[in-house]
């Protein structure tokens, strides 16, 4: 494994670094606002092909070929300097890449430059009280009918756990077309506006105290025939339609550092029974088994650079990234939670919001929730022991 870049490589980076002497942070005349700012900022930012790489110029993106070095490169400075990178947001993450490989092209145009620039936020309508990790298992079912403006689909049933729904103009939903099909076939993918009739939308409140997630229910609601994604009844194959290159590559071990680095701030800041934490040989011994855990991650996630950048497959390595990046998320949870003591026991008032030491029972709550999130540790554990490790199918699957 070699952890240098070449000259071509380095003089790239000076290449981010002297854009962002000029650029970032953006000058007065850019706008009033942080936000405006960084629409200001990321505008420059597509315009020198450094965001939205794999998307095409007239969608709004810099259309550059795949990269995964100055990906990372662009990655590494941007985070340096606090600079923004691609918006956030389920849109952009899930429903630009399913439109590229999947969408019509008044799709693409319709949807993915308001989308990039987070004028248009999404939701992600698959799972149902019945249907998480059997996800094939939804009810939620669209039946074509003449509406008022020609054929529309009708949608009936309910959808759960969908984050920031109540904020979202839209919504992809997945729902079963075709009754009679077996259980991943006759699945479709549809584009849903939120503001349609019939669709109601339920904030669930979490222990937090904070709302993030939606239950949204469709009582004949409905969205025009071409809304949909892919062919009919294929939804199942358009639903893991996802980018083939660069972002999803390398398993986030970047931030498992940074959070380590945190955790060893608070140590050295607080006491633990009657000594920093820093030095106690409980809370050393804890802390030097998570940091062996990081450091193993980040070498995993090196490696598979390599290997990316060498077009290989990183094969089982690339399958432990989440469950890695999971646990490794909730033993630092654990750990600070400890630490910050009575603070633990105040409530902070909503995610990432909180200034103080308590700010870290967020973590912990999040660490829990992202065991969950996007196919749960157990289900990750069967993938990786059946594609990874080739050992028989799990009974209950
Ligand atoms: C933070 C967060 C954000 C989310 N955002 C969205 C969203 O925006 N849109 C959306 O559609 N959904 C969203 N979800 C829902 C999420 O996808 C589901 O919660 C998840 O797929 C698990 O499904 P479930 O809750 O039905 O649990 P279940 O599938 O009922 O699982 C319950 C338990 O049984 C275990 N289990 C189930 N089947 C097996 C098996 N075959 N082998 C071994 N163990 C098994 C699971 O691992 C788990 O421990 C979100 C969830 C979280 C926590």
């Known amino acids: ?83 923004p990178m691609e918006a956030p947001g389920i849109g952009n993450m899930m429903l630009v890449p399913t439109l590229l490989e999947c969408g019509t092209q008044e799709q693409k145009e319709r949807f993915i430059p308001k989308t990039l620039t ?41 959808k759960i756990w969908s984050t920031l729904a109540q904020f979202a103009q839209y919504m992809f939903v997945l ?48 969205t025009p025939a071409d809304w949909i994604v892919g062919e009919r009844g294929e939804g199942w194959t358009v639903s893991k339609a996802t980018l083939a290159h660069e972002r999803s590559s390398i398993g ?28 106690h040989p409980q809370i050393r011994e804890r802390l030097v088994i998570l940091e062996g855990y990081v450091q193993s991650h980040l070498y995993s ?26 646990n490794i998320g909730h033993m630092v949870a654990d750990i600070a939670k400890d630490l910050i003591n009575d603070a633990a026991l105040l409530m902070p008032p909503t995610r990432g919001r909180a200034e103080g030491d308590e700010k870290w029972l967020n973590q912990f709550f999040g660490s829990l929730g992202v065991a969950i999130a996007g196919g749960t540790s157990n289900i990750q554990r069967n993938i990786i022991a059946e594609r990874g490790f080739g050992l028989p199918r799990d009974d209950a699957e």
């Open 118 to 158: 987070g004028e248009y936020h999404w939701a992600q309508g698959y799972s149902e009280p019945n249907a998480g990790s059997d996800l094939a298992a939804l009810r939620t079912r669209a039946e074509l009918v003449e509406g008022e403006n020609g054929m529309e689909w009708s949608i009936n049933g309910q």
């Open 1 to 83: 494994m070699d952890l240098k870049y070449n000259a071509t490589y380095e003089a790239f980076r000076q290449e981010v670094i002297s854009f962002l002497d000029v650029h970032w942070p953006a000058p007065d005349s850019a706008g009033e606002s942080r936000a405006e700012k960084e629409a200001w900022f990321r505008k420059q930012a597509i315009a020198a092909g450094y965001l939205y790489r794999g998307v095409p110029r007239e969608f709004g993106g810099s259309e550059q070929e795949a990269d995964i070095l100055k990906a990372t490169i662009i990655r590494d400075e941007f985070g340096k300097r606090r600079a």
């Open 175 to 222: 729902a079963r077309t075709e009754p009679e099909a077996g259980k991943h076939a006759g699945i479709s993918y549809l584009l849903i506006d939120l503001k349609n009739p019939g669709i109601t939308i339920r904030p669930i409140k979490q222990v937090t105290g904070g709302k993030e997630f939606c239950e949204v229910f469709f009582d004949d609601a409905r």
């Open 252 to 279: 986030g071990a970047q931030t498992a550092v940074g959070l380590f680095e945190k955790l060893i701030e608070l140590a050295k800041g607080v006491q633990y029974q009657g000594v920093t934490a820093i030095e």
């Open 301 to 326: 996630s090196y490696r598979q650079l390599s290997m990316a950048a060498a077009k290989q497959n990183a094969g089982r390595i690339g399958l432990m990234n989440k469950l890695i990046n999971t």
